[in-house]
């Protein structure tokens, strides 16, 4: 079965330094998100991507935050300048159609020193 | 309460009961997904009712849907060891926003 991937499972990183926290939707999927889980916290909502372009933002996704669909597959989430509070679990998914199940990958773990 | 919030926070119980999350909103939504999350894992969808849907199986899910109260619950039938995770409702947007809204979950221990 067809399923949302994700790499690293997890980062470490120092404060200040860039990551790039890569996603592999399902392949016949056209929307993309990321979401955020801080530890013990609610799974929150940071951006959506659709048609090369972001349909939607949260006030978390600002602009040390940006996304990127590279290629055909890849689907990507870049932190310029890492902060101790970007300690989270990054959740990627995907969904055929805009309105319909989320199919999410296992998350990347990012801690920040 | 927030939009998407469930109770209990806890629920434990012995192999075999049954289990009953609920979950309540705020706003109209479209659709309403239940989602598990064994510890520091990924999410695993488990089932989406529609808003015009009052119920739905899936196995041994069973959730209901009841837009006057603004609530779904999520029962899982003769519980196993494995079912022990955290159970999340989300909804999404009536205006068509694509975000899922998730709740803060309900963690079910069961007890062998």
């Known amino acids: 079965e067809p399923e949302v991937t994700q790499t690293p499972s997890h980062q470490v990183t120092q404060m200040g330094q860039e990551v790039i926290l890569r996603c592999v939707p399902i392949?016949?999927?056209?929307?993309f998100y990321w979401y955020r889980q801080i530890l013990g916290q609610k799974v929150e909502f940071l951006v959506s991507?659709?048609?090369?372009?972001?349909?939607?933002k949260s006030e978390i996704f600002d602009d040390q935050f940006s996304v990127e669909r590279p290629d055909g597959s890849n689907f990507t989430l870049k932190i310029r300048s890492t902060k101790l509070e970007d300690s989270a679990m990054y959740f990627c998914?995907?969904?055929?159609?805009?309105?319909?199940?989320?199919?999410f990958g296992p998350g990347t773990r990012l801690t920040v020193l | 309460s927030q939009q998407g919030e469930e109770d209990p926070q806890a629920l434990s119980i012995q192999e075999g009961e049954n289990a009953t999350m609920n979950c309540s909103y705020k706003?109209?939504?479209?659709?309403l997904q239940w989602y598990r999350q064994n510890s520091g894992r990924g999410l695993v969808h488990l089932i989406l009712?529609?808003?015009?849907?009052r119920e739905k199986h899936s196995g041994r899910l069973r959730v209901t849907l009841d837009t006057s109260k603004k609530s779904s619950s999520l029962l899982i039938t003769a519980s196993r060891a494995a079912d022990t995770a955290s159970y999340f409702c989300?909804?999404?947007?009536?205006?068509?926003?694509?975000?899922?809204?998730f709740g803060t979950g309900t963690r079910l221990t069961i007890i062998p």
């Open positions: 998914a995907s969904r055929r159609a805009v309105i319909g199940e989320q199919f």
């Open positions: 392949s016949n999927h056209l929307y």
């Open positions: 991507f659709y048609n090369n372009e972001i349909s939607e």
């Open positions: 706003t109209s939504i479209n659709n």
């Open positions: 009712i529609r808003s015009n849907e």
């Open positions: 989300a909804t999404d947007d009536y205006f068509g926003n694509e975000k899922l809204t």
